[in-house]
């Protein structure tokens, strides 16, 4: 038993369920006391803070219904996913002497037919075949897909007791969003029970789309982390390993992950690394070389600063923009933005940073400041999210709270790359489009 307790399954970030997850009181019981309740759950927190682990924990993905959504996922994709993985199947059928057609699969069609079929034995389509005598009963039932309550109802008669978990919910675009804000209160009043993981930090992001679902949810933050929850998972997972960790040694890896589980848990394991451990010690091994944390942090901003530097480089690329009909060069509002977040302090970055405020700084820069006009700035924000996903930023750095009007950090290890990298050298490594335009023009 002691020989399968590896480094692996003890530290770092990872899908599994690692050894040093630590429970909560302030979240780990907020969310049980919610399972006990008939209320909708929405887990919401920057990336790599353990949302995943927190849902997984207590109600194991594999025993559940789970829809991983992006960012083209409509409200019957998730339907059709969520009746796909119950085994509900549209069968139509053709009867001519003696040989049977069937075609199983939901397709693009809305409304299905409730398969009812004699023994628990149905078949794949596969398996139907011309010329197969197999029996196949089916009983029309005129359900709509689209609906919540009929998908309710195919759910209820076919006695599931499972949750539904929606995973990246914030790749949704807005208007999916709100319709399944509308949604889940029917789904509540019926009995079905939805856990949605979203990439934000702000409470009430679904309530503002509908304002009924105030008492019919349970939010469950899982930031912030408190330096005494970091010390209880390195003192977990330290117990795991047979290693005691120095005070020193602790203390400058909290102090360098700026709040972030996920950079904890990587520098706790970029240490061991290090030291050459890699499965649980016969005897305890004491760490106490406070270079090996420095030795992991520049590790790990090597591995933050390509991402995020790439990242960024895609943003501030923007869309794809036509020629202004009087050939004024276009807003190129998204590097604008980029170049304002690499100049704020570090602290208003943590803090997040106003409409404002970012709309300020940018004219401050810009190469057209005066034609900078309020629905430019909307039209930027409310599309910032989609823009990211259309760049493949995964998961996104960046997030706008219209109800609050601020943008956020939701990349945890972010603020890890902001503070450590030199961001006058990342912005000059940044291709300026208006002088990329410039030399086009002159070509």
């Known amino acids: 038993m002691v020989m399968d307790i590896t480094l692996e399954k003890v530290f770092g970030v990872s899908k599994n369920q690692v050894f040093s997850y630590h429970e909560r009181l302030q979240v780990d019981g907020i969310f049980q006391d919610a399972l006990k309740s008939d209320k909708q759950i929405i887990v919401y927190g920057s990336s790599k803070q353990g949302k995943t682990a927190l849902v997984d924990k207590h109600i194991p993905y594999k025993d559940n219904i789970v829809v991983s959504l992006t960012p083209k996922t409509k409200v019957i994709d998730i339907y059709t996913s969520i009746l796909k ?3 509900i199947q549209n069968i139509i059928e053709n009867e001519s002497n003696n040989t049977k057609e069937a075609t199983l699969g939901l ?3 809305a409304k299905i037919s409730f398969p009812l079929i004699g023994g628990g034995e149905a078949k794949l389509d596969s398996e139907l075949k011309a010329g197969d005598e197999s029996k196949v009963k089916s009983t029309p039932m005129g359900f709509n897909i689209e609906l919540p309550n009929d998908i309710a ?3 209820n008669k076919k006695g599931i007791n499972k949750f539904i978990i929606l995973e990246n919910f914030h790749y949704l675009n807005e208007d999916v969003q709100s319709q399944l804000a509308f949604d889940l209160r029917t789904f509540q009043e019926l009995g079905i029970r939805f856990i949605i993981l979203g990439v ?3 409470k009430n992001r679904l309530t503002q789309f509908n304002g009924d679902l105030l008492d019919r949810i349970t939010e469950v933050p899982v930031e912030p982390w408190g330096k005494d929850e970091f010390l209880k998972v390195i003192e977990k997972g330290s117990k795991y390993m047979n290693i005691d960790f120095d005070e020193k040694i602790k203390d400058k890896i909290i102090e360098n992950a700026f709040d972030s589980i996920g950079v904890v848990q990587e520098l706790l394991k970029s240490v ?9 010690q016969a005897a305890i091994v004491k760490i106490d070389d406070l270079s090996l944390v ?3 942090i520049e590790q790990k901003v090597q591995d933050y600063s390509s991402r995020h530097t790439r990242s960024l480089e895609s943003i501030a690329e923007g869309r794809k923009t036509t020629i202004n009909p009087d050939g004024a060069a276009p807003l190129f509002l998204p590097y604008y933005t980029v170049k304002a977040f690499l100049s704020f302090d570090f602290e208003d970055v943590v803090k997040g940073i106003k409409r404002t405020q970012l709309e300020t700084n940018i004219k401050q820069n810009h190469h057209r400041s005066a034609d900078i006009r309020p629905s430019d700035m909307s039209n930027l924000l409310y599309n910032f999210a989609t823009l990211q996903s259309e760049k493949k930023i995964i998961p996104p750095i960046f997030d706008y709270d219209r109800t609050t009007k601020t943008m956020r950090v939701v990349d945890s290890t972010f603020y890890f ?4 990298v030199d961001r006058e050298e990342i912005l000059n490594s940044i291709s300026n489009p208006l002088e990329s335009r410039n030399q086009l023009t002159l070509g």
């Open 85 to 87: 993985d119950l085994d």
């Open 107 to 109: 397709g693009a069609a």
């Open 153 to 155: 109802k195919i759910i």
């Open 200 to 202: 934000w930090r702000e």
């Open 272 to 280: 061991c690394s290090l030291k050459y451990i890699v499965v649980r």
């Open 294 to 296: 420095t030795t992991a």
């Open 417 to 420: 790359f902001l503070r450590n």
